[in-house]
């Protein structure tokens, strides 16, 4: 009896066991068997809310693996083919009594087959159509009807009915999202290697290599048929016809050597960027702040520098390597000997050192450029000053000197740089040349001989020629590198969610009881990086469910700090903050989110470049379903915000443009709470933000916090 997609699924009793499975199959090494121990999660009725909390279970539990699952929505036209191509993904699906199963998709096998994982821990493989058919039924249900109407009214007839039943199901439906579907994938903070390998950029690499490989053999193989039919006097036509099949046979090799470069390179680059992404996300707000707009424009130059450099330094490197290695094999069969091999290790070894130079050089003149640019700022922002305390005659001496300087620097640079670009593979030439000179004069070598020496040397110069222009790449590469290295660290450093708590409060759920702790701190410390003094040390808070809290002080006395803190942006230096009876590393950093909600002070709040209904409910759900919609409004208009969605003409799906200028200081202070509001967590905290209201809207604002959220901390001066 054949089986259906539905027996391969995993039942939820098992899904820790399944997580477990797909760790260990994607060779994540934590504590596996210990990551998970919570119960599968209780699932509501209702399909759609039924999906999120699934999806929030897995996702939780998956980072305590070590493992990214991310949701994806696939249309229903492009299923088949993104399920071949996903690999390794989790499939929500049901069984034939309608219970829940998960399907762990691996790759895809031969054409329209899957490979999957089964509860047996055995591969299997399926159809892709009956895994597109099954997930596809919920959508295709409601057009049947209506689809047999029409097929009956065309006059189709019975035999090839159900032919042309499913083309016209699909191509209605074709547009139609298809949820419960998790790529599975490692976390940015993950082992780089690993990484690579998982994007296959070693496959691509070794194809790349390989390919060049060919392509040289080949060009040997062609130079020494021409060479051998000129230097013996032969002009047959099989030798030329040989001489232009080898040539042509290196076009395809030419094609799957850029194919594959190409490949590798973007794949570098996707791991790269949210490798860099990742520590952009890790860095404090702090550390923003001090960086500047200057100074994070300089990181998003260098990164690009990076990844395009990165992959085409080492494919360089790769081709110069294997271009050298064949010249220096042909030149030890070749006329000469092994003379001229060791001429090229010897002149191989000075490009080298004179590469070092280079680098060490361009890295200095590039300390001096920045030092000058900064020492420019400076003065600029400083002149006055300037003008009242320096002579005139002296304005320019600092900089008469650095100028010198830095042109010193860069004539320096330039000459290495000459040198490497011009000499390297010229020097080469003249030096083999010098050393075939006395094989010439006494005439013993034969027309072979003479004609791989020839192949040699030409090869070399080549090598020569890819190497000194990858040097100057390195060089490059190595100043970018020393600019992202700490977002690169930033992002290994970044907190490790690895949440062990089971019922993920959805944003939906009821608020605890009355007098209930949320949150507890104990003599919490925090300082700002290079400042000694900490800007709250001791400080002891209890909020429980239901509380309203008015909290007041002077500038500069942390109350930002601390809510901050209690809303998961910044982490304590010292002492024990707990939500819900639990810490930080338990909750994990999306869990501590999901309860507690800010709306920070006005200068650190921002509005998107999107709609309104978009920034309102970005922190609750998207794409919102109706009843998201109906709250957002019903808010809205207890806010005073009614008026201003009743003249936008697209109302709540009105673009507001880029920190929402289209709209009034007002306005964007009542949809910051607005959107506080709606993400329904159990702790609300206003961080001044009704110090843009005037008194009635002020009202409303407090009236409409007071009803909505469960429990509210308001900050505000005295």
């Known amino acids: 009896m054949s089986r259906s997609v539905a027996d391969f699924g995993w039942p939820l009793e098992r899904l820790g066991t399944m997580l477990i499975a797909v760790a260990e199959r994607n060779s994540v090494e934590t504590g596996l068997r210990a990551a998970v121990t919570a119960e599968p999660p209780i699932l509501p009725d209702d399909p759609q809310a039924e999906r999120e909390q699934l999806g929030r279970w897995l996702e939780h539990q998956g980072a305590g693996l070590g493992l990214e699952l991310e949701p994806i929505h696939v249309e229903l036209g492009e299923l088949a083919r993104s399920l071949a191509r996903m690999g390794p993904a989790l499939v929500s699906i049901r069984d034939r009594l309608g219970a829940r199963r998960m399907l ?10 899957l490979r999957v994982l089964g509860p047996d821990l055995v591969r299997h493989s399926i159809p892709i159509r009956d895994l597109v058919d099954l997930l596809a039924e919920s959508t295709l249900a409601p057009l049947r009807a209506g689809c047999e109407q029409i097929l009956a009214a065309a006059g189709v007839p019975e035999s090839r009915r159900e032919r042309a039943r499913d083309a016209l199901l699909h191509r209605r439906a074709a547009a139609a999202p298809i949820a419960g579907i998790w790529q599975v994938r490692l976390p940015p903070a993950a082992n780089f290697s690993r990484q690579l390998g998982r994007a296959r950029v070693g496959r691509s690499l070794a194809i790349t290599a390989l390919a060049h490989l060919g392509h040289v053999v080949l060009l040997l193989g062609s130079w020494w048929l021409i060479a051998r039919g000129i230097l013996a006097g032969r002009s047959e036509v099989g030798w030329l016809i040989a001489w232009a099949l080898l040539l042509l046979s290196i076009v395809p090799l030419r094609v799957i050597q850029s194919w594959h470069s190409g490949l590798a390179a973007l794949r570098v680059g996707a791991v790269l960027k949210r490798r860099l992404l990742a520590g952009v996300l890790a860095l404090r707000p702090d550390e923003l702040r001090t960086l500047g707009i200057g100074r994070l424009l300089a990181l998003v130059i260098e990164a690009d520098a990076v990844e395009s450099l990165a992959i085409s330094t080492g494919l360089i490197s790769v081709t110069a390597l294997i271009d050298l290695t064949m010249a220096g094999w042909v030149l030890t069969r070749g006329a000469g000997g092994s003379l001229l091999a060791i001429l090229l290790v010897v002149w191989l070894a000075i490009v080298l050192l004179v590469g070092w130079r280079y680098t060490v050089r361009r890295t200095s003149w590039a300390r001096t450029r920045l030092t000058m640019t900064h020492a420019l700022v400076e003065r600029m922002v400083g002149h006055t000053t300037r003008l009242a305390q320096e002579p005139a005659e002296r304005w320019h001496e600092r900089e008469d000197a650095a100028t010198a300087g ?59 020629t890819s190497l000194s222009g990858g040097l100057v790449d390195l060089a490059d590469l190595s100043i970018a590198w020393r600019e992202v290295k700490p977002l690169v660290a930033a992002a290994t450093q970044a907190e490790v969610q690895q949440p062990r708590v089971l019922r993920i ?5 009821e608020p605890g009881q009355p007098g209930q702790p949320i949150v507890e701190a104990r003599e919490l410390v925090y300082r700002y990086a290079k400042r000694e003094r900490a800007v709250l040390r001791g400080a002891n808070l209890r909020i429980s469910t239901g509380d309203r809290i008015l909290l007041e002080g002077s500038s500069g006395g942390g109350k930002s700090t601390l809510a901050a803190l209690l809303a998961g942006l910044r982490r304590p230096d010292a002492g024990l903050l707990l939500l819900d009876g639990l810490d930080r590393p338990t909750l994990g950093e999306l869990g501590w989110r999901e309860r507690v909600a ?3 002070q006005f200068h650190e709040n921002h509005v998107l470049a999107s709609t309104f209904m978009f920034n309102l409910l970005m922190g609750r759900r998207w794409p919102p379903r109706p009843e998201d919609l109906q709250l957002a ?46 993400q329904g967590a159990e702790l609300v ?26 429990t509210l901390l308001v900050i505000a001066h005295p």
Request: net charge neutral; proline share 6%; hydrophobic share 50%.
């Open 104 to 113: 762990i998709v691996e790759a895809g096998g031969r054409a329209g087959r």
């Open 406 to 464: 830095y042109l010193a620097s860069s004539a320096s640079m330039d000459r290495l740089a000459t040198m490497l670009g011009v000499v390297a593979p010229r020097g080469w030439t003249l030096l083999a040349v010098i050393g075939l000179w006395p094989v010439l004069v006494a005439g013993t070598p034969t027309t072979g001989e003479l004609a791989l020496a020839l192949g040699g040397v030409l090869l070399g110069q080549a090598a020569l």
């Open 505 to 509: 409060r959805p944003a939906s759920s």
């Open 598 to 600: 800010a709306a920070p």
């Open 633 to 678: 409004y019903t808010i809205c208009k207890q806010l005073g915000l009614g008026p201003l969605l009743d003249r936008m003409p697209a109302g709540m799906h009105q673009n507001v443009g880029e920190t929402g200028w289209q709209l009034s200081h007002g306005e964007r202070s009542r949809l910051f709470l607005a959107r506080a509001l709606l």
């Open 685 to 710: 905290i206003l961080d001044e933000s009704l110090a843009a209201l005037d008194p009635d809207n002020q009202a409303l604002a407090l009236e409409c916090a007071f009803e909505r959220a469960p």
